[in-house]
C-alpha cells in the first residue's frame, strides 16, 4: 500500500514538472532600449534553450546581422547564443521590399524557467543591438526609491533671474540608478544658442561606464531647456530652468518600467530643482487640462475671419487662466506657467495663418499680448524666439527688446538675406550679433572658394536670387536635358536610402542626357554635406531655407525627399514625395525623355 502511494506522488510530481517545461511570454515589456529597429516579440523558456522570436523593421533592403556572441544575461550570469532559424548569425541580411521587416527566430542556453527578467546584448558597444530588463508586461518592476536628496521637496524660495545676458555657462550632471554596463544612453538637452536662434540646438551627451554625464551649455540667458531619453517606443522628457553659471543635478533611474509614457527622470538637485521637477508633469497636466475644455471650441481650421480666430484665442487663454485653481505646484511653476499666457499665439502653418498676418489681429496682438517683452522676469525659450516677431513691430526699447530684434534678424542674416543691423543697445548683445553676422559672411567666402573648382558643386551662389526665380535660373542651366530633382536632406534617412537605391540606375542610364540635381538647405550640416556629396555626384545646390522652401512649394510638397522630373522643354512630367521606387523613377525619366523625341519627330 506504503508503496502504491508513493508511486501515485511521483507520478503527480511528474506530471507538474512535465507542465513546467515549457513557459511563454506572449507580451513584453523592457525598460531600457536604444534600438529602435531591433524587436522581441515572444519568448519561450524550455529545460533545453531559451528562444527570442525577434524582427528587424527599417525600409527596404536595409542590413543588419547579429552577432556570433550574442547573450542574454540575467542575475550576473550570462547564457551564450546556440544558434538562428531565417538568418545565419555573423552574415547580413536585409528587410523585406513590401513588409519593411525581417522576422527571425535565435536560441541561446536555456535561462530557469522562474525567470523574471533578463537582457539581450550583442555587446556593450554603443552601436550593438541591446535590449534591458525585458519581462512579461504583466511583470511589475520592483521600484527603487529616490534618494532624499534628489526629492526637491524643500520649501519654494527660488525666484527668475532677470533677463539679462552672460558668458557664463549653464552646467548639467546626469546621475543613474539601475545603471548596467552597456546601456550607455544618450541624453538630447535642447536649448536656444545665440548662434542661430531660429534653429534650436540638440546638445547630445552620452552616459559613461559609471552611468553619468556632464553637460556645459553655452545658454546666454536664463532660459527654459528640454532634455530627452530616447526609450524605444516611448521617450521620457523634463523641463530645466537653466541660469549662466549655475549647476543642476539630474537622477536618471534606467530600469523605470517603461511600459507607458512614464518619465526616467525621477530626481534634481542643485539650482532650481523643485522647478525642474515639476515643470513637466504640470505641462503635461494643463496641457490635457486644455485641450479636454477645447473639444467644444471652434476648430482652427473653421475660424474664417479675424474676429472668431481672436474670440478664439480668449477663450483659449481663459483655460489656462483658471488653471492656477486646480494646480497643486510651487508658486514659482505656477507662474512661470501663466506667463506663457502673455506671449502672442503660435499656430504655425495652420488654417489661421493668413488671418494671423492681417493688421487688425496683429493690432490686438500689440495690445495684448506684449507683456513678456517689458518684465525683467521674461524667460528666454524657443517661444520667445518664435514670437520675436510681434516684439519687434512693438518698437519697445531695452534687454527684452533688443533679444527679441537679436532673434529675429540675425537668422535672416544667416538665410543670405541683406538686411541692416537692428537697434540693439546691450553693447554685449550688439557684439555677438556682428560677431557671428561676420563669421557666417566669412564662412560663405571660404566654401565658395573651396568648391570653385567643383563645377557640379553650386554652394550658396544664388543668394542675389528671388526664390522664385531659383527654380527657372537651374533649369536655365540644362536647357535640352531631362533634368530630375532630388530635394533632400543630409539628416533625412528616407533621403539617403532614395539617394542609394538611385545608382544603378544613374549607371544604367549613363547614355542618356539626364541631369541629376540634388538641393538642400541650410537645414543640413554644410560640413556632412560636404562629405557626402562626392559619393552621390550630380549637380549639387546648397540654397537658403527660404529659397528650398519655395521650390517645393512650387510643387506641392512639404516633406523630404521631394523629386520632379522635367522634360528637356522645361515641361514639369513628374513629382512626388517620398521616394517612389527605382521602377518607377525609371518609368517616368523615360517618359520626360521620349515625349520630347515624340514631339520632335511629330515636328518634322
Known amino acids: 500500500m506504503k508503496r502504491t502511494i508513493f508511486t501515485f506522488v511521483l507520478a503527480v510530481v511528474a506530471m507538474v514538472a512535465m507542465g513546467q517545461e515549457k513557459v511563454v511570454w506572449e507580451e513584453l515589456t523592457k525598460s531600457y532600449s536604444p534600438n529602435p529597429q531591433f524587436e522581441i516579440n515572444k519568448v519561450e523558456f524550455t529545460p533545453e534553450r531559451t528562444t527570442l522570436y525577434a524582427s528587424y523593421n527599417n525600409p527596404p533592403n536595409s542590413w543588419f546581422l547579429i552577432s556570433k556572441e550574442s547573450y542574454l544575461e540575467s542575475d550576473g550570469k550570462r547564457y551564450a547564443i546556440i544558434g538562428s532559424d531565417s538568418i545565419t548569425l555573423g552574415e547580413q541580411h536585409y528587410t523585406d521590399e513590401v513588409t519593411w521587416t525581417k522576422e527571425f ?6 535561462l530557469p524557467l522562474d525567470t523574471k527578467e533578463f537582457d539581450f546584448l550583442e555587446s556593450t558597444a554603443p552601436n550593438d543591438f541591446k535590449v534591458f530588463n525585458i519581462h512579461e508586461k504583466s511583470y511589475t518592476m520592483p521600484v527603487t526609491p529616490v534618494p532624499e536628496e534628489y526629492l526637491a521637496n524643500y520649501a519654494e524660495d527660488d525666484v527668475m533671474e532677470d533677463l539679462k545676458y552672460s558668458d557664463q555657462p549653464a552646467t548639467i550632471h546626469f546621475k543613474s540608478m539601475n545603471f548596467r554596463k552597456g546601456m550607455n544612453a544618450e541624453i538630447q538637452v535642447q536649448y536656444v544658442d545665440l548662434k542661430n ?12 561606464d559609471d552611468g553619468e554625464a556632464d553637460l556645459s ?4 540667458f536664463p532660459q527654459v531647456a528640454y532634455a530627452t531619453l530616447y526609450n524605444i517606443p516611448w521617450a521620457s522628457h523634463c523641463g530645466l530652468y537653466l541660469t549662466p553659471g549655475k549647476e543642476v543635478t539630474v537622477l536618471i533611474d534606467m530600469l523605470k518600467d517603461d511600459s507607458g509614457l512614464n518619465s526616467k527622470f525621477v530626481g534634481f538637485k542643485g539650482y532650481f530643482a523643485k ?7 504640470m505641462m503635461v497636466e494643463c496641457e490635457k487640462s486644455v485641450s479636454e475644455k477645447m473639444k467644444e471650441s471652434p476648430k482652427w481650421e473653421d475660424i474664417h475671419d479675424v474676429k472668431t480666430l ?3 484665442y480668449e477663450k483659449e487663454s481663459s483655460y489656462w487662466k483658471e488653471l492656477p485653481q486646480s494646480l497643486s505646484y510651487s508658486k514659482t511653476a505656477v507662474e512661470y506657467m501663466l506667463s506663457q499666457i502673455d506671449d502672442p499665439p503660435v499656430y504655425l502653418e495652420s488654417a489661421c495663418d493668413s488671418l494671423m498676418q492681417t493688421k487688425e489681429f496683429i493690432d490686438y496682438i500689440l495690445q495684448h499680448c506684449t507683456k513678456n517683452l517689458y518684465s525683467p522676469k521674461a524667460v528666454f525659450s524657443n517661444r520667445f524666439v518664435d514670437v520675436s516677431k510681434y516684439y519687434v513691430m512693438a518698437d519697445a526699447r531695452g534687454i527684452n527688446a533688443d533679444l527679441a530684434r537679436y532673434c529675429y534678424y540675425l537668422p535672416q542674416v544667416l538665410q543670405g538675406k541683406d538686411i541692416a543691423k537692428p537697434l540693439i543697445e546691450d553693447k554685449a548683445l ?13 564662412s560663405i567666402v571660404s566654401n565658395k572658394e573651396g568648391f570653385a573648382d567643383q563645377s557640379n558643386v553650386h554652394y550658396l551662389d544664388m543668394t542675389e536670387v528671388e526664390p522664385k526665380d531659383v527654380l527657372p535660373t537651374i533649369l536655365d542651366r ?3 536635358k531631362v533634368v530630375m530633382i532630388d530635394v533632400w536632406a543630409t539628416w533625412c534617412v528616407p533621403c539617403r536610402y532614395g539617394i542609394e537605391q538611385m545608382k544603378p540606375l544613374k549607371k544604367e542610364f549613363a547614355d542618356k542626357d539626364i541631369v541629376y540635381i540634388y538641393i538642400t538647405s541650410s537645414t543640413s550640416s554644410v560640413e556632412t554635406w560636404k562629405e557626402l556629396i562626392p559619393d552621390i555626384g550630380g549637380e549639387q545646390y546648397y540654397l537658403t531655407d527660404e529659397q528650398c522652401n519655395f521650390i517645393m512649394e512650387q510643387h506641392q510638397s512639404n516633406g523630404y525627399p521631394t523629386y520632379a522630373i522635367y522634360s528637356p522643354d522645361r515641361n514639369l512630367t513628374y513629382t512626388i514625395a517620398g521616394f517612389p521606387g527605382v521602377e518607377t523613377i525609371k518609368e517616368e525619366l523615360e517618359k520626360a525623355f521620349f515625349n520630347q523625341v515624340d514631339k520632335k519627330d511629330h515636328t518634322e
Open 217 to 220: 551649455l553655452p545658454i546666454s
Open 275 to 281: 522647478f525642474d521637477k515639476e515643470l513637466y508633469p
Open 478 to 480: 540644362y536647357k535640352g
Open 430 to 442: 550688439s557684439d555677438l550679433y556682428d560677431k557671428y553676422a561676420e563669421e557666417y559672411k566669412r
Open 197 to 208: 536662434p531660429a534653429d534650436p540646438v540638440d546638445a547630445k551627451v552620452r552616459l559613461n
Open 310 to 312: 481672436i474670440d478664439a
Open 105 to 110: 527566430v535565435l536560441y541561446f542556453k536555456p
